[in-house]
């Protein structure tokens, strides 16, 4: 039997064409993934560099400056050195609930960025609950903390999870209540919805001139779910020596830390989303989101200039935030509670109210 070689030839090319054309598939369909992800971390690396020159100028002080140009590189350094630490296990602790606990808390908060939209069409999964699935994945991360604190066998953790589960659900319910008011107003819970129904009216038509009631509610209410000062009671040092982090080394340290800082920075995003219009930018008088088509789709720059946006005014609350832990003293537990419950959820209600009734006289 005699074979052609130009006919192996051709079946060989096909093959091989076939085979890169599976290796580009998986490609094309890992690439959506990697990208938010890779900006997730970039964006978390900011916030800690900004988090420290931001404090060292409040308190005086000179700040990073020698881990990379400004400092810039420190997170990294941190981060590299967490990684190479020896992962230590408490001997008479729950190993499985000490080693899933730090898990839990990133995965909810990494699941949250699924529902953001960082432009127009720009989201990973537009949901018609976005804004309420945010809300109850979220929920999880306090489960993770404690579990956390009740794995290390220590009272100081055990105590700190039980305060991070407290404060949780102390201060979801406020914050519930002032979504809600914002669905309520835009007739929807997608948050592409939210932000284009503020866009119909630009810069007066942001939901902060609505509710600027529900703004502050969801400000103290994010600050408090981000256990930032002076909200931070589960990890008080001066009381529970580091909360419910107390025995945790290396790298399962440093996803708390990571935690931490991408909760402050999903709770930016969603303020933004929310109240400051998203991704458009209406200056009075100024037909800014026209000149730029930042809302039609397939236009390359449009999507570009409404991601810059999006982040400024995200990054505009992180410098509220930032500012307040290094300005604010910490409040007792009683205190926070007594915010949480005899405070702020009345105010809520009473939006909530106000804004049913508005919407009812208005049909």
């Given at each position: 039997?005699?074979?052609?070689t130009t006919e ?38 900011v ?21 990379g140009p ?78 956390s604190g ?7 953790s ?7 589960a ?5 201060y ?21 919805d ?36 002076p909200f ?11 909360g ?10 440093g ?5 931490s ?26 037909g ?6 930042i ?29 307040t ?8 537990m009683?205190?926070?509670?007594n915010?949480?419950w ?5 105010i809520?209600?009473g ?5 049913t ?7």
């Amino acid at each position: 039997m005699i074979i052609d070689t130009t006919e192996v030839q051709a079946i060989n090319s096909f093959f091989r064409l076939e085979s890169l054309k599976e290796v580009y598939e998986i490609i094309w369909m890992l690439v959506p993934i990697f990208i938010p992800v890779l900006g997730i971390t970039i964006g978390v690396l900011v916030i800690v560099w900004l988090e420290r020159e931001i404090s060292a100028g409040i308190q005086q002080r000179i700040g990073p400056e020698y881990a990379g140009p400004l400092g810039i590189l420190q997170a990294l350094a941190d981060g590299t050195k967490l990684l190479f630490k020896e992962n230590l296990l408490p001997s008479r602790g729950d190993t499985r609930l000490f080693s899933i606990g730090p898990s839990i808390a990133v995965t909810s908060i990494l699941l949250s960025y699924l529902v953001i939209p960082f432009g127009y069409r720009l989201v990973l999964a537009d949901f018609s609950i976005g804004v309420f699935l945010w809300i109850a994945i979220s929920s999880i991360a306090p489960v993770g903390l404690l579990m956390s604190g009740y794995g290390s066998n220590n009272k100081y953790s055990f105590l700190g999870g039980l305060r991070a589960a407290a404060q949780s659900i102390s201060y979801e319910i406020p914050l519930t209540l002032c979504v809600l008011s914002i669905s309520l107003l835009s007739n929807s819970s997608s948050t592409v919805d939210i932000v284009e129904a503020q866009s119909k009216y630009g810069f007066w038509g942001w939901n902060l001139w609505r509710q600027p009631i529900g703004f502050i509610v969801f400000l103290i209410s994010s600050l408090a779910e981000c256990e930032r000062l002076p909200f931070d009671l589960p990890e008080a040092e001066e009381e529970l020596v580091a909360g419910y982090q107390t025995e945790y080394s290396g790298i399962k340290f440093g996803l708390f830390y990571v935690a931490s800082y991408l909760n402050l920075l999903v709770s930016s995003l969603f303020v933004t989303v929310l109240y400051l219009g998203g991704w458009n930018l209406s200056l009075p008088y100024i037909g800014v989101p026209f000149f730029f088509e930042i809302n039609k789709a397939g236009r390359v720059f449009g999507t570009i200039i409404g991601i810059f946006i999006t982040l400024a005014k995200t990054f505009l609350f992180l410098f509220i935030a930032i500012t307040t832990r290094w300005t604010l003293p910490r409040l007792r537990m009683d205190q926070l509670l007594n915010l949480g419950w005899k405070f702020l959820l009345p105010i809520s209600l009473g939006n909530l109210l106000l804004t049913t009734s508005s919407q009812l006289l208005s049909l």
